[in-house]
């Protein structure tokens, strides 16, 4: 079993509209929690650390389930450039230095 | 600050070689790590650090080494490179101290193995 599973998508939606990825993982010790951004071709970036309370930036909204093991992106008013693939990361149950990425979500945010 | 660099960008090698992906940061970060990436799948994790002298094998180390003189620098050796390795590496660095580890990645290198 993958430590992070992630639905690949496509997502295809118009601008403006209101988005939510979710993500599942198999370490119930985790305790470090991240979305990354990854354009095509690119390296990620960072995107927003995800807490236990739920947290917001902006137009994006990261929730932990820890009860559910799964983690959830919500983007509003989505925009061209939010174009890109979104990646889920968790660390490790026994070793908080390791870190299990996600294949990625890929948005695709049309005019 | 330039964050995190990595060279080659690109590199063909041919089964057998050997060949070391340079890294390095200046943001005087504790913790580096490499990762490749291939189509469909997520970063895997290859080898990382926490310091200076310390490095711990990560998902997928085997057929790579790594040594960490420095603070700086985090270099990753291809002893007898596959075609298995053909992958876009990535590096990544993080600050341990202040909260979770949010890593910042260099450029990237595509390495194909022929």
């Known amino acids: 079993r993958k430590e992070v599973e992630q639905d690949p998508g496509p997502f295809n939606v118009p601008e403006g509209a209101t988005v939510a990825f979710n993500c599942t993982y198999s370490?119930?010790?985790?305790?470090?929690f991240f979305w990354y951004r990854q354009d095509c071709r690119k390296e990620p970036k960072l995107l927003m650390s995800?807490?236990?309370s739920g947290n917001e930036d902006g137009r994006f909204t990261a929730q932990l389930n820890r009860a559910s093991q799964y983690i959830s992106l919500l983007i509003r008013d989505s925009k061209l450039s939010d174009s890109a693939t979104y990646l889920c990361?968790?660390?490790?149950?026994?070793?908080?230095?390791?870190?299990?990425f996600g294949s990625g979500t890929k948005l695709n945010v049309k005019p | 600050n330039a964050g995190v660099t990595q060279t080659p960008k690109f590199q063909v090698l041919k089964t057998g070689q050997s060949m070391t992906l340079q890294c390095a940061q200046d943001?005087?970060?504790?913790?580096m790590s490499w990762y490749r990436q291939d189509p469909g799948m997520g970063l895997r994790l290859i080898h990382y650090?926490?310091?200076?002298?310390?490095?711990d094998q990560g998902e997928v180390p085997n057929g790579y080494n790594v040594s960490r003189s420095t603070t700086e620098d985090f270099p990753l050796r291809l002893l007898s490179a596959a075609p298995s390795q053909t992958s876009v590496y990535f590096c990544?660095?993080?600050?341990?101290?202040?909260?979770?580890?949010?890593?910042?990645f260099g450029p990237g290198t595509r390495l194909t193995v022929l």
């Open positions: 990544a660095s993080s600050p341990v101290r202040g909260g979770p580890y949010t890593q910042y």
């Open positions: 370490n119930s010790a985790s305790q470090s």
């Open positions: 995800v807490y236990s």
């Open positions: 990361v968790v660390n490790g149950e026994y070793n908080f230095n390791k870190f299990y």
């Open positions: 943001m005087n970060h504790e913790y």
């Open positions: 650090s926490v310091g200076a002298g310390i490095t």
